[in-house]
């Protein structure tokens, strides 16, 4: 007869690690249900402020809503807005124009203004840390209407940029009121706030390894050379996290072009940026459907930007991981 060698089969444990094992999922779900509980007041914030807005702006993209009529008597009048957009309104395209020559020159003098002071603002010396917060402080100011105002002070006719210039005898100007200078005003105050990325520039800064500024000095490379070689590379992320920060925010410039224009975009549309003409077409005009479309198209321009950015930035941004 036959012996059987296989041992017994266990017997189903009882007891409190049992109730553990088969209490998890339970205690799973109940962990996720009090996560979409606490993310409660986010997604009805969200639905409220961000999505249904936006879905609203949508629809009323394709009617001709104009605030004053009842939503009873909106007509539904499909691509016309978009079509008005592109073919049969000018002043649209002199704002996407001016737009477009106000985010691609301050945008990268102000990366460069950032950079630059980060460099001298990255060694130790007395009072570097005051230096630091007054450079940011003009970012804490951000898109103020404060700001905006004394900065049309300073570059009216009779402002002070115009007093420092008669000292060496130039003749002054109304900057702010001169179709060819207005412009470049709100640049030169774009540029001016460049606090917040220069902070970034400065932790990007700290994180590039000593080892590296030696090895290049020992191969004899000088500060060009090691500034080339070294810190660019190494700084490559940064400098693409603000390139696209900034870059999807000098599309978005307002306050400044609507404080010093008066809400007009003047003088002679030299400062008619796309937001402020959005601003005047739904707000001033009250043609909401045809600013409605005018967001979208925005929105999607942005998006198309960053999409390049990102899709060029694999060329030229490295990690020091090597995963570019």
């Not at 998890?24 to 009090?34: E, F, I, K, N, S």
């Not at 691509?79 to 020559?101: C, Q, S």
């Amino acid at each position: 007869m036959a012996v059987s060698t296989r041992p017994p089969e266990p017997r189903p444990r009882s007891g409190p690690a049992a109730h553990q094992r088969r209490g998890r999922p339970t205690r799973h779900r109940d962990d996720g249900r009090a996560g979409y509980v606490f993310l409660t007041p986010w997604l009805l914030g969200f639905a409220a402020i961000t999505a249904i807005p936006m879905l609203m702006s949508l629809y009323l993209s394709f009617t001709n809503y104009d605030i004053l009529t009842p939503w009873s008597d909106v007509e539904w009048i499909g691509l016309k807005n978009y079509e008005r957009m592109f073919g049969d309104d000018p002043a649209y395209w002199h704002a996407v124009k001016v737009t477009l020559i106000f985010a691609f020159i301050a945008t990268p003098l102000k990366l460069g203004a950032a950079l630059g002071v980060a460099l001298l603002l990255n060694r130790s010396f007395r009072g570097s840390g005051l230096f630091r917060g007054l450079f940011y402080l003009p970012s804490l100011l951000g898109g103020s209407v404060a700001l905006a105002m004394v900065w049309h002070s300073l570059f009216d006719r009779g402002g002070s940029v115009n007093a420092v210039l008669g000292w060496f005898g130039v003749e002054g100007r109304a900057w702010v009121n001169d179709p060819d200078t207005a412009l470049g005003t709100l640049i030169l105050l774009a540029v001016w706030q460049f606090g917040a990325p220069m902070v970034i520039f400065l932790a990007g800064l700290k994180q590039v390894p000593t080892e590296l500024y030696e090895a290049a000095e020992v191969d004899g490379a000088g500060n060009l050379r090691r500034f080339l070689s070294v810190t660019l590379p190494m700084l490559s992320p940064v400098i693409f996290f603000n390139l696209v920060l900034e870059t999807i925010h000098g599309f978005q410039g307002f306050t400044s072009a609507f404080v010093l224009s008066g809400g007009t975009g003047g003088p002679v549309d030299s400062t008619l940026m796309y937001t402020l003409y959005l601003y005047i077409r739904g707000f001033a005009n009250y043609e909401m459907g045809y600013a409605s479309a005018m967001a979208w198209v925005f929105l999607i321009t942005i998006g198309l930007v960053t999409v390049v950015l990102f899709r060029t930035g694999r060329f030229w941004v490295h990690y020091s991981d090597g995963d570019d």
